[in-house]
């Protein structure tokens, strides 16, 4: 296969835009189709990518059986997630979902099993190709800071809709934050479906695929809004506790300026400490030899693992298996703490590992 055939469906989550414009960078790769329900939602992609009117659908049927995609880019709200796989696998494309993995567990499960025999289901998490995590784990694999016992998680932003594709800002009005799905309790909104999975994913990949014991959440409940913008998650793990934060509301973006809190990771191992902040091309690590810390450079990400698009059609072009954040193994443990959390924010208690 000389260059994959990749189409672009539903274009409900922003970062259908940044999705599009790395398979539009990549040699091996061509758009063959955009399909959204909305055509006014693709009109930017139309624009920037010089894509012709016999390429673009509204209709997923009609997109899939005419473009015949090698790969399909899904970017629905996170509770039509399940439902899109299920259009789309029976074509026997690999495919691509941008976080998060699912609404529950259960469409999380529903989505592996409808992928057809010899096809990959990727989950991209955007903080994956972060250069600062990519040397946290690096550190980890090297035996730096020893066993990794905790990893501690804040994560957000000013809000879902005060930035688009390529972190273009923007400032939302009170009817755009109305009619949106990130607000919308049945559609999977809220900071914590929204965000939790970043720090419940990535900290399964520091923790070496382990997961927790039980789970303990607590959201806000912030008027005239049906969905939380603020979460705090505690989870129990058989070497401690790590928890994780979710935030719409931080007083910055994170790749303008750093908030305070500050977004990222700090990992705490049986023989040293990192801290990883999102966007940062630092990290700073402790260790016993180094017990006052040090700050080191990370080195720039190579191919084939620089975007979601390069990494996932080299996994397919070699039959290479997905791993890390991406592959539905550690995503699906993500998805367990997730779906745990949710419980113990409606029941206000403690909750075993769902799953």
């Known amino acids: 296969m000389s260059t994959f ?7 409900d989550h922003f970062h259908m835009g940044d999705l599009l414009r790395y398979t539009h960078e990549h040699p091996g790769a061509e758009i063959v189709a955009i399909c959204d329900e909305q055509p006014a939602r693709m009109a930017e992609a139309v624009r920037n990518f010089s894509i012709p009117p016999e390429r673009v659908f509204t209709d997923v049927d009609a997109c899939m059986e005419k473009a015949k995609p090698d790969m399909v880019l899904l970017c629905p709200a996170a509770a039509r997630h399940g439902e899109y ?10 495919i691509l979902v941008e976080k998060p993995f699912a609404a529950s567990l259960a469409e999380a499960d529903a989505m592996v099993a409808a992928m057809q025999p010899g096809r990959m289901l990727a989950i991209n998490w955007p903080m994956r190709w972060m250069e600062c995590m990519v040397a946290a784990m690096q550190l980890i694999e090297q035996g730096t800071i020893g066993e990794v016992r905790e990893f501690h998680h804040y994560g957000g932003n000013r809000g879902p809709l005060y930035h688009g594709a390529d972190k273009i800002e923007k400032e939302p009005t009170a009817e755009e934050k109305a009619a949106s799905w990130f607000y ?6 809220g900071s914590l479906l929204d965000y939790l999975g970043y720090g419940t994913t990535l900290g399964t990949w520091f923790m070496g695929g382990r997961a927790p014991l039980e789970v303990m ?13 603020h979460s705090v998650v505690v989870a129990r793990y058989a070497t401690g506790l790590s928890k994780m934060e979710t935030r719409w509301g931080t007083f910055t973006d994170p790749w303008t300026l750093q908030p305070q809190p500050k977004c990222g990771f700090v990992l705490g191992g049986s023989e040293g400490t990192i801290s990883a902040w999102d966007y940062e091309d630092t990290v700073r690590v402790q260790t016993r030899a180094k ?65």
């Open 85 to 94: 796989v299920r259009r789309v696998a029976p074509y026997g494309a690999h």
């Open 291 to 355: 017990p006052e810390g040090y700050i080191l450079k990370c080195d720039p990400l190579s191919a084939p693992e620089r975007n979601p698009i390069e990494y996932f059609l080299h996994c397919i072009k070699t039959n290479t298996a997905l791993s890390g954040p991406l592959s539905p193994a550690i995503s699906r443990i993500g998805q367990q703490i997730v779906d745990t959390a949710a419980l113990s924010a409606r029941e206000k208690r403690a909750v075993k590992l769902l799953g």
């Open 217 to 229: 959440a607590m959201v806000d409940d912030p008027a005239g809004l049906e969905v939380d913008e």
């Open 5 to 11: 055939r990749i189409a672009g469906i539903n274009f």
């Open 184 to 189: 919308k309790k049945d559609a999977g909104g």
